[in-house]
Protein backbone atom coordinates (compact mmCIF):
# COMPACT_ATOMS: atom_id res chain seq x y z
CA UNK A 1 0.00 0.00 0.00
CA UNK A 2 1.48 3.47 -1.03
CA UNK A 3 0.61 5.12 2.24
CA UNK A 4 0.93 8.83 0.46
CA UNK A 5 -1.53 7.87 -1.71
CA UNK A 6 -4.32 7.10 1.07
CA UNK A 7 -6.79 9.65 2.32
CA UNK A 8 -5.83 10.43 5.73
CA UNK A 9 -8.73 10.53 8.11
CA UNK A 10 -7.47 13.36 9.75
CA UNK A 11 -4.37 16.09 9.56
CA UNK A 12 -2.92 18.23 10.88
CA UNK A 13 0.30 20.48 10.19
CA UNK A 14 2.70 20.07 13.37
CA UNK A 15 3.79 23.58 13.44
CA UNK A 16 0.40 24.29 13.90
CA UNK A 17 1.11 22.63 17.46
CA UNK A 18 0.46 25.38 20.44
CA UNK A 19 3.98 24.06 21.79
CA UNK A 20 5.92 24.33 18.56
CA UNK A 21 9.37 25.08 18.89
CA UNK A 22 11.24 25.25 16.09
CA UNK A 23 14.64 25.02 17.10
CA UNK A 24 14.34 21.89 17.69
CA UNK A 25 11.27 20.55 15.94
CA UNK A 26 9.35 19.51 18.84
CA UNK A 27 5.54 20.01 20.07
CA UNK A 28 2.15 18.46 20.42
CA UNK A 29 -0.59 17.52 18.99
CA UNK A 30 -4.07 15.56 20.42
CA UNK A 31 -6.30 13.99 17.92
CA UNK A 32 -9.85 12.49 18.72
CA UNK A 33 -10.10 9.43 17.48
CA UNK A 34 -13.58 8.03 16.61
CA UNK A 35 -14.74 4.64 16.39
CA UNK A 36 -14.07 3.89 12.70
CA UNK A 37 -13.97 0.02 13.56
CA UNK A 38 -10.53 -0.17 12.61
CA UNK A 39 -7.44 0.13 13.69
CA UNK A 40 -5.57 3.27 13.44
CA UNK A 41 -2.16 4.11 12.90
CA UNK A 42 -0.37 8.16 12.90
CA UNK A 43 2.25 8.96 9.98
CA UNK A 44 4.51 12.21 10.41
CA UNK A 45 5.19 13.25 6.59
CA UNK A 46 7.94 15.94 5.13
CA UNK A 47 6.71 18.07 2.41
CA UNK A 48 3.10 18.58 0.70
CA UNK A 49 3.43 18.36 -2.97
CA UNK A 50 5.89 15.40 -2.35
CA UNK A 51 5.17 14.08 1.04
CA UNK A 52 7.67 11.67 2.44
CA UNK A 53 6.99 9.23 5.17
CA UNK A 54 9.55 10.22 8.02
CA UNK A 55 7.86 8.16 10.97
CA UNK A 56 5.29 6.34 11.71
CA UNK A 57 3.23 5.05 15.22
CA UNK A 58 2.19 1.70 16.51
CA UNK A 59 -1.14 0.33 15.55
CA UNK A 60 -3.47 2.00 17.73
CA UNK A 61 -6.20 -0.65 18.13
CA UNK A 62 -9.65 0.36 18.44
CA UNK A 63 -10.67 -1.27 22.00
CA UNK A 64 -14.74 -2.35 21.34
CA UNK A 65 -15.01 -1.92 17.17
CA UNK A 66 -19.07 -3.11 17.59
CA UNK A 67 -19.92 -0.50 20.28
CA UNK A 68 -22.75 0.95 18.16
CA UNK A 69 -22.39 4.64 16.95
CA UNK A 70 -24.45 7.36 14.89
CA UNK A 71 -28.08 6.87 17.01
CA UNK A 72 -30.77 8.15 16.14
CA UNK A 73 -34.32 8.44 16.10
CA UNK A 74 -36.98 8.90 12.95
CA UNK A 75 -40.60 8.82 12.59
CA UNK A 76 -41.74 5.66 10.85
CA UNK A 77 -45.42 7.43 9.54
CA UNK A 78 -47.05 5.07 12.10
CA UNK A 79 -48.98 6.70 15.10
CA UNK A 80 -47.23 5.54 18.20
CA UNK A 81 -44.22 4.26 16.37
CA UNK A 82 -40.94 5.37 16.46
CA UNK A 83 -37.56 4.14 14.68
CA UNK A 84 -33.89 3.74 16.10
CA UNK A 85 -31.20 3.63 13.71
CA UNK A 86 -27.56 3.11 14.50
CA UNK A 87 -23.91 2.11 12.93
CA UNK A 88 -22.04 -1.14 14.29
CA UNK A 89 -20.20 -3.72 13.00
CA UNK A 90 -21.13 -6.20 10.35
CA UNK A 91 -22.68 -9.48 10.98
CA UNK A 92 -24.98 -8.85 14.31
CA UNK A 93 -28.45 -9.44 11.93
CA UNK A 94 -30.37 -11.00 14.50
CA UNK A 95 -28.05 -10.58 17.33
CA UNK A 96 -28.66 -6.43 17.11
CA UNK A 97 -32.03 -5.06 19.02
CA UNK A 98 -33.14 -1.94 20.80
CA UNK A 99 -33.74 -2.29 24.61
CA UNK A 100 -36.52 0.06 25.70
CA UNK A 101 -38.66 1.18 29.13
CA UNK A 102 -41.39 3.27 29.03
CA UNK A 103 -41.76 5.38 31.94
CA UNK A 104 -44.99 7.68 33.48
CA UNK A 105 -45.02 11.30 34.96
CA UNK A 106 -43.11 9.70 38.16
CA UNK A 107 -40.50 8.08 36.41
CA UNK A 108 -41.78 4.44 37.12
CA UNK A 109 -40.89 2.42 34.18
CA UNK A 110 -44.40 0.99 33.20
CA UNK A 111 -43.73 -0.88 30.30
CA UNK A 112 -40.45 -2.77 29.03
CA UNK A 113 -39.32 -4.10 25.79
CA UNK A 114 -36.85 -5.16 23.41
CA UNK A 115 -37.17 -5.14 19.11
CA UNK A 116 -35.27 -7.15 17.24
CA UNK A 117 -33.52 -5.01 14.37
CA UNK A 118 -35.47 -5.32 11.56
CA UNK A 119 -33.68 -3.60 8.56
CA UNK A 120 -29.99 -4.68 8.43
CA UNK A 121 -28.29 -1.96 5.02
CA UNK A 122 -24.68 -1.20 4.21
CA UNK A 123 -23.31 -0.27 1.05
CA UNK A 124 -19.60 -1.18 -0.41
CA UNK A 125 -17.04 0.79 -2.94
CA UNK A 126 -18.42 -0.65 -6.08
CA UNK A 127 -21.88 1.65 -5.09
CA UNK A 128 -19.70 4.94 -5.08
CA UNK A 129 -19.47 7.17 -7.76
CA UNK A 130 -15.69 7.17 -8.14
CA UNK A 131 -12.59 7.66 -7.27
CA UNK A 132 -11.37 8.67 -4.01
CA UNK A 133 -14.30 7.66 -2.72
CA UNK A 134 -14.23 4.13 -4.02
CA UNK A 135 -10.48 3.35 -3.87
CA UNK A 136 -7.80 5.17 -1.35
CA UNK A 137 -10.52 7.21 0.27
CA UNK A 138 -12.86 4.41 1.38
CA UNK A 139 -13.71 3.20 4.59
CA UNK A 140 -16.13 0.35 5.03
CA UNK A 141 -18.71 2.04 6.90
CA UNK A 142 -20.10 -1.04 8.92
CA UNK A 143 -23.96 -2.19 8.79
CA UNK A 144 -27.22 0.44 9.58
CA UNK A 145 -29.52 -1.83 12.15
CA UNK A 146 -32.59 -0.24 12.68
CA UNK A 147 -35.73 -1.37 14.55
CA UNK A 148 -38.81 0.38 15.34
CA UNK A 149 -40.65 0.79 19.11
CA UNK A 150 -44.50 0.59 18.74
CA UNK A 151 -47.36 0.98 20.91
CA UNK A 152 -45.77 3.87 22.42
CA UNK A 153 -47.90 5.94 24.94
CA UNK A 154 -48.25 9.67 23.71
CA UNK A 155 -46.28 12.58 26.08
CA UNK A 156 -44.49 9.53 27.71
CA UNK A 157 -40.84 9.54 28.40
CA UNK A 158 -38.82 6.33 26.91
CA UNK A 159 -35.40 5.52 27.59
CA UNK A 160 -33.39 3.02 25.60
CA UNK A 161 -30.25 1.47 24.34
CA UNK A 162 -29.35 -0.56 21.50
CA UNK A 163 -26.72 -2.95 20.27
CA UNK A 164 -26.07 -6.94 20.67
CA UNK A 165 -23.96 -8.64 23.52
CA UNK A 166 -20.94 -7.61 21.66
CA UNK A 167 -21.50 -3.62 22.94
CA UNK A 168 -24.11 -1.43 24.11
CA UNK A 169 -24.82 2.10 23.52
CA UNK A 170 -25.28 4.27 26.28
CA UNK A 171 -28.59 4.91 27.61
CA UNK A 172 -31.00 7.46 25.52
CA UNK A 173 -34.39 9.02 26.02
CA UNK A 174 -37.15 10.59 23.95
CA UNK A 175 -40.53 11.67 24.85
CA UNK A 176 -43.42 9.70 22.63
CA UNK A 177 -44.71 11.63 19.93
CA UNK A 178 -47.66 12.62 19.23
CA UNK A 179 -50.81 11.16 17.30
CA UNK A 180 -51.71 12.28 13.96
CA UNK A 181 -54.18 14.76 14.66
CA UNK A 182 -53.17 15.65 18.02
CA UNK A 183 -53.38 19.41 19.18
CA UNK A 184 -49.81 20.46 19.46
CA UNK A 185 -48.47 24.05 20.82
CA UNK A 186 -45.11 25.85 19.60
CA UNK A 187 -43.37 27.69 22.61
Given amino acids: EDVTRVVPLKYNFCNRSKLWN ?5 GSLS ?9 VIFRLFHGW ?3 VLIS ?3 KITIRVPSHPT ?3 LSLTGVDKEVAVTWT ?5 GKDAYVKYHVHDAEGRAIKRGA ?4 NVTSYDRRELCGAPANSEGFRNPGSFYTAKIGDLLEGFVVTYQVGSDLAWSKMFSFRAPPTRGSRVKFF
Fill in 22 to 26: ESDSS
Fill in 31 to 39: FRIPNYRAD
Fill in 49 to 51: EQP
Fill in 56 to 58: ESH
Fill in 70 to 72: GVR
Fill in 88 to 92: STDGQ
Fill in 115 to 118: RVAS
